[in-house]
């Protein structure tokens, strides 16, 4: 009897109070975070080819690079990674790039692995820090991690 008051009281406050879905329609805002390099090319590729597929989609995705990842910003090392069961790399970036999604690599991640800035901008990258991390996740409806 207790439970069926308590139920009865609170449960149209939980079922009112939920967030509504966002429908097909609703553009995203996507942060996507990859530590995956060309030790475990499929990994590496996921959050371009995932990427892309959602900014297709409508959505607006953003993806921050960090740890061995940030050397997929070097030609040579794009060049040579062809995931398992998918286009290579070198050619997944030019639709990463037709789709203006935004590109950090961690700069301290950079510096430790010898990336450069002029390897950053053929890929329209940039360098991230912490603070636009933590941009990226207040900025972001949703945070995929690859």
């Not at 609170?10 to 996507?32: E, G």
């Not at 960090?66 to 970036?93: C, F, H, Q, Y």
């Not at 590109?103 to 990336?115: E, K, L, P, Q």
């Amino acid at each position: 009897m207790i439970r069926k008051q308590f139920l009865s009281a609170v449960l149209p406050f939980l079922l009112f109070s939920r967030k509504p879905k966002q429908n097909a329609s609703t553009k995203l805002k996507i942060f996507m975070k990859s530590a995956w390099g060309s030790d475990d090319p499929t990994k590496a590729a996921f959050p371009f080819l995932h990427g892309t597929a959602l900014a297709e989609a409508g959505h607006e995705v953003q993806i921050f690079l960090l740890g061995e990842a940030v050397n997929l910003m070097r030609d040579a090392e794009l060049n040579s990674v062809t995931p398992v069961g998918w286009p290579a790399m070198k050619d997944i970036m030019p639709k990463v790039l037709s789709n203006k999604i935004q590109i950090y690599a961690c700069g301290a991640c950079c510096r430790a692995r010898g990336v450069l800035e002029s390897d950053l901008q053929s890929k329209n990258a940039k360098f991230g820090n912490p603070q636009i991390f933590v941009q990226l996740v207040e900025w972001s409806d949703r945070i995929i991690t690859e």
